[in-house]
């Protein structure tokens, strides 16, 4: 058995039935030529026939004297955590969607490993896709990421098993061990780590209790306006997604001396802001989003390795140009700090930083004092064309974690020259969730207008069916 970090255990902690804590991935892809009609079920069939599943996709989660921990399922069944499912028709996008929206609400059997993959098929001109539940207890977004590409090909050709029969070495479960590590194991692995881990508490604890820089453009824990994400939510989930060309970012980011990550969350910003303002609801104050930041980089450790700093979205500012200035000088200003700390205290400074989250959601006062208003991630994904069995993956599109008082969250996943923006959302407080592709095209052609860039049809693209996509070129997939 492996212990969990206290991170990872958090997401066994805090899960309930309105608030599942498991990631996911839509996958989209085209069969390769002349493979006929019967191509899906040939490859569910065989994938069926790989019986053994490698870490982390054979562990389950083990309670221990108050502790969790990872051990290996001795009755690990294939035929539980494959499913095969069909569209019904028409079979369209939304279909799809609608299908996703509902499936990603459901908790999974703790008593078994966290994760399911369905193959689903009857999508227009023969293509299928595959969507991907992993508990984020196990992996967080960037190694799910890493973890689903690297179980593709780079060739047509290529012949690979699926996923869970392949070998990822570096997740922490598959370090075995003969005696589980104890309690006094684990603190004396926090002392030896005390040293960074101390002063990322102290400083997460300041950022609480500290005033906000002149410039008005930081972002610190409790300066979050009210809305309407920050409410309970229910355990239905409702999906859209859209995808665009990262050229256009790139062009953006050019232009106005940001980055990409910058103008994606500027992109947001304006889609937000024009949401909230059709719902009546836009606040004075600007919204203020927690952006999840890897670490992997830092570390050959697995599990979850990230840690978190508070973007001020700038809301408030309806020139879309003045918005994204504003936005990059709140992201600047929390890198800088982060930059300076090693990788433990930047994990530690996050978590605390954040850490007020848990008793609002207990006492409610996270309705209206929110320490932040949703979540938005960036996850970079493969540039190069993959492959599953011969058959071209498309579209990837992620979709993550609402929870009580965060009831929206945003995540983009590059692939190719794609960004694939997911959003993710309790269905009963967020109503009308497609408006936000809507409201994104505009976010993004505002930015390209007031910054002289020309857009075209060619510059927004998808692979998705003809019958999906608009005028503008761009695929609106909602559910």
Known sequence: MHALSPTDSAFLWMETRNQPMHVAGLNIYTPPKGSGPDYVGRLVAEWGKSLKAFSPFNQHAVMRMGLWYWDEDKDFEIDYHLRHVALPQPGRIRELLAMVSRVHGNLMDRNRPLWEMYVIEGLPGGRFATFTKIHH?????VSGAKMMAQSLSLTAKEQKPPVWAQEFPKHPSSKRSQVAPGLMDQLAN??????DILPGIGSGLWDIVRSGTDDGASALPFDAPPTPFNVEISGSRRF???????????????????TINDVTLAVCAGALRKYLEAQKALPKKPLIAMVPMSLHGETDA????????????????????????????????????????PRLQKMAHGITSISPIGAGMVTGT???HPPFNLVISNVPGPKDTLYLNGARLDEVYPASIPTHYLALNITISGYGDNLGF??????????????????????????????NISSSINTTITTAAPSTRTKKGAAKHSA
């Not at 800088?336 to 700390?341: A, D, E, Q, S």
Request: net charge positive; aromatic share 4%.
């Open 422 to 451: 997911g959003y993710i959302a309790c269905r009963r407080s967020v109503p009308a969730l497609q408006r936000m592709l809507d409201y994104t095209d505009s976010s993004i052609q505002e930015l390209e207008a007031a910054l």
């Open 366 to 368: 996270s309705k209206k």
């Open 302 to 341: 697995g599990g979850n390795q990230v840690t978190l700093l508070l973007a001020n979205l700038a809301t408030h500012i309806a020139d879309p140009v003045k918005r994204l200035k504003h936005i990059v000088k709140s992201t600047t200003e929390a890198k800088t700090r982060l930059r300076t700390m």
């Open 137 to 141: 207890a196990l992996v967080d977004g």
């Open 190 to 195: 926090v002392a030896r780590a005390g040293r």
């Open 240 to 258: 859209a997604s859209q995808s665009y060309s990262l050229s256009r970012f790139k062009r953006i980011g050019e232009a106005a001396g940001a």
